[in-house]
């Protein structure tokens, strides 16, 4: 079975400075997909970025980074500028390829980091 | 474009009651998802549905939990009856098929409390 561990219960960080949040996981596939979900105080989750396990390649998208080692199964999230917006719980996912639609499938949660900016 | 929406926000019944919680995903998603996240544990996944054939229904705890969705769109989660251990916020999320991955839009959650 697969497992996702978000090692830091709880960050802060001081606005306009860079942080990383942490997620490791465990699984035997060698196909397989990896998100960074935020979900801000008013609770809908967003899709912060993506990365195809098969891609060597991070994933960046604008002020948000991962850095990904397949062989150390890590995937870390580094926010950089960060934003009194990005204040939020980041919960990092595992979804695996399935055999009725490779690109469906349910996510596999971490139990979530809550990130503080601070002004 | 809407986003996926739940219904209700919150509820707060007593054991023994039912409750039906229902999800809305985004117009022309053909997947919808349905996860649970109970105090301090993990977002678990509960079941997803194919338009409205049940493709992966390996996350529901027990028989108590019912999922539908009539049509196609809409669906609903009851629970009958609730315990104690069903309090938490329930997740839903659609997903339209043809991406790599398909991205799940998530809705705002339920969040049920069981007295």
């Known amino acids: 079975a697969q497992t996702v561990t978000q090692s830091q219960p709880e960050m802060s960080v001081q606005e306009a400075e860079t942080v990383t949040l942490s997620c490791t996981y465990d699984t035997s596939e060698n196909n397989y997909y990896l998100f960074w979900y935020k979900q801000p105080p008013s609770r809908q989750m967003i899709l912060v970025i993506r990365?195809?396990?098969?891609?060597?390649q991070n994933a960046t998208e604008n002020r948000f980074s991962v850095n990904f080692q397949k062989a150390a199964k890590s995937f870390s999230l580094k926010i950089s500028d960060s934003q009194l917006g990005d204040t939020a719980m980041y919960f990092c996912a595992f979804m695996k390829f399935t055999n009725y639609g490779g690109s469906q499938g349910n996510l596999i949660f971490g139990k979530g980091t809550k990130l503080s900016v601070k002004p | 474009e809407a986003g996926v929406t739940q219904f209700p926000s919150h509820s707060v019944i007593e054991k023994g009651q039912t409750v039906t919680l229902r999800c809305d995903p985004i117009?022309?998603?053909?997947?919808l998802y349905w996860y649970r996240r109970v105090m301090g544990k993990e977002i678990k996944f509960l079941l997803h549905?194919?338009?409205?054939?049940?493709?992966?229904e390996s996350g529901m705890p027990n028989n108590r939990f019912l999922a539908e969705r009539t049509g196609g769109t809409y669906s609903t989660l009851k629970v009958q009856p609730a315990e104690l251990e069903d309090s938490g916020v329930y997740f839903c999320?659609?997903?339209?098929?043809?991406?790599?991955?398909?991205?799940?839009?998530f809705g705002p959650g339920t969040r049920l409390t069981v007295l």
């Open positions: 117009s022309g998603h053909d997947n």
């Open positions: 549905f194919v338009k409205e054939s049940k493709q992966d």
């Open positions: 999320a659609s997903s339209q098929t043809g991406g790599a991955p398909d991205t799940q839009y």
């Open positions: 990365q195809e396990a098969y891609k060597q």
